[in-house]
């Protein structure tokens, strides 16, 4: 029997069900299935109501009950309680009834949905006794390891590939982790972590820690319901790499049932990829049940996962909510990140493209009905993939400080729209 | 020179604590026999009920993913490194 810590009852391994202490492990030495905490959900749903949630601060960690830290969180308590915005401007350019926008590229504080995993990741690594964490990391997670091991006084080693934007690089340096930049793609530094996590006693945010870890995505699924009024939203779109996201935003709306806070409703969650990288949304297509892992080329590097770790559950997620998924193509994706700005005044990376783009699609083909309503994940901020967009925004026009020089420049726009008219 | 096999750590209790074993097989499908003889119950772990590696462990030779190469019939000769290692990390 495992022993209980705060509303954690063991892990558990998801595929023969194999319990295991609540320590830094990932992996069933069984079956090698996946561990998931096991919560004590009858103790979280005598102290979860709508009433006294809704009185705590506007973080993430109002609902603590349901995330894997024993004690009191010690590492990102600001995290999280982001905008969720309705998007009527965008609604009408994708043509359908309600659209939501859940923006996670304000998130504090590195500006991506990073920081609600790694703050439960470094909060329950301290309570383990660790001082060193890592992380295998597209960018997004390298900055906010880096950032909030920096502020917890903990020692950072991020494994980025080498070839990642400038933005996500200078923006694990500054906090003077230690960036190691990998000659080869994601799944490569992948493998390399997970060697380097059985050699060296180390919190690997997603390797060892990554039951605790992905738990923290919940948060965005249980502030969108609270957001919408304590609702689950009909249709959810989420971007996937390894899929972890959008299975974590799928058990938030479950646990949230199960405690009483929200009402039993249909609901599908959908799943979006860049096509350079499609291994999820192919085998979806195709009506498998497992992926074929590929070789990522995508602007979307954020989601360049070949070998997605949760892409067999997002397949079950899609198949028990009555989802779909889809991918568009990199100009696609920057045709996304340019109307969401245009319409809605959110700039997005590329994962928010690929969303924007995904969602396009599915309301085309009716997989999300025009007359129903549907909420947006945007995971991570553009100012830090400048790189993919830098050629494709137009350009400053420059005049002299002259009244006179603008003045011609207003004319000659007259002039063109009335040519083109 | 025989092949190297890097062990990972939830199959280290049955090559008691080994991190990297030695294997002379020629390829990945006879590697998993061998070390099944030395280290009886590893086959299992790896394999499933159709004697196919099981869908979250991901096996590389040379740092190339074996799926990309011709799965449990990828040829191994003297000097390369084969490495196991669980499907669940990352993202």
């Known amino acids: 029997m495992v022993e209980q810590q705060g509303y954690m009852k063991a892990l558990c391994c998801r595929e023969c069900g194999e319990e295991y202490p609540l320590e830094a492990r990932h992996v069933c030495e069984l079956c090698f299935g996946p561990l998931e905490v096991v919560y004590d959900y009858e103790a979280a749903k005598s102290k979860m109501t709508r009433q006294t949630i809704e009185q705590r601060p506007q973080s993430m960690w109002r609902y603590a009950e349901l995330l894997p830290v024993a004690g009191e969180p010690t590492v990102g308590r600001e995290v999280g309680f982001t905008p969720l915005i309705k998007a009527d401007r965008l609604a009408k350019r994708l043509g359908i009834r309600e659209l939501w926008i859940k923006n996670d590229a304000v998130n504090y504080p590195t500006l991506s949905f990073k920081d609600r995993v790694v703050s439960v990741a470094l909060s329950r690594a301290r309570e383990l006794g660790y001082e060193v964490v890592a992380c295998a990391s597209t960018g997004n997670l390298a900055n906010s390891v880096a950032a909030n091991a920096a502020s917890a006084g903990l020692t950072a080693f991020v494994f980025i590939p080498n070839d990642l934007e400038k933005g996500k690089v200078v923006n694990s340096l500054i906090y003077d982790a230690n960036v190691i930049g990998i000659k080869g793609h994601y799944d490569e530094v992948n493998r390399l972590c997970a060697e380097i996590a059985g050699k060296h006693d180390w919190a690997f945010v997603n390797v060892n820690m990554r039951p605790y870890y992905a738990e923290g995505s919940k948060t965005q699924g249980f502030e969108i319901m609270e957001q919408l009024g304590w609702k689950i939203p009909r249709h959810t779109v989420v971007p996937m790499a390894s899929g972890s996201l959008l299975t974590k935003i799928h058990k938030s709306y479950q646990e949230a049932v199960k405690v009483g806070l929200v009402d039993e409703a249909e609901y599908s969650v959908h799943g979006a990829q860049a096509t350079g990288c499609s291994p999820i949304s192919q085998a979806f297509k195709e009506g498998q049940d497992f992926f074929k892992p590929v070789k990522p080329d995508t602007i979307a590097k954020s989601l360049a996962i070949g070998t997605p770790a949760d892409g067999f559950y997002a397949l079950k997620v899609f198949k028990e909510t009555g989802a779909a998924s889809d991918d568009v193509t990199d100009e696609e994706i920057r045709e996304g990140i340019k109307l969401l700005a245009e319409t809605e005044g959110i700039f997005a990376e590329t994962a928010g493209g690929v969303t924007v783009g995904v969602a396009k699609k599915l309301i085309a083909s009716g997989a999300i009905p025009a007359d129903d309503s549907a909420v947006l994940c945007i995971t991570g901020n553009g100012l830090k993939t400048l790189d993919a967009v830098e050629n494709h925004a137009g350009s400053t026009r420059e005049i002299a400080p002259s009244l006179r020089e603008f003045e011609s420049l207003l004319d000659s726009d007259k002039e063109l729209a009335a040519a083109t008219q | ?91």
């Open chain 2, 1 to 91: 020179m025989p092949v190297n096999i890097r062990i990972p750590t939830p199959l280290r209790k049955l090559t008691h604590d080994e991190e990297v074993v030695e294997t002379s097989a020629e390829n990945i499908g006879q590697a998993i026999a061998d070390l099944e003889t030395r280290y009886p119950g590893i086959q299992e772990r790896l394999l499933d009920e159709s004697g196919e590696v099981r869908r979250f462990v991901n096996v590389y030779v040379n740092e190339e993913d074996i799926r990309f190469l011709d799965n449990k019939d990828t040829a191994i000769k003297d000097g390369d490194e084969v490495s196991i290692i669980p499907a669940i990390a990352g993202g």
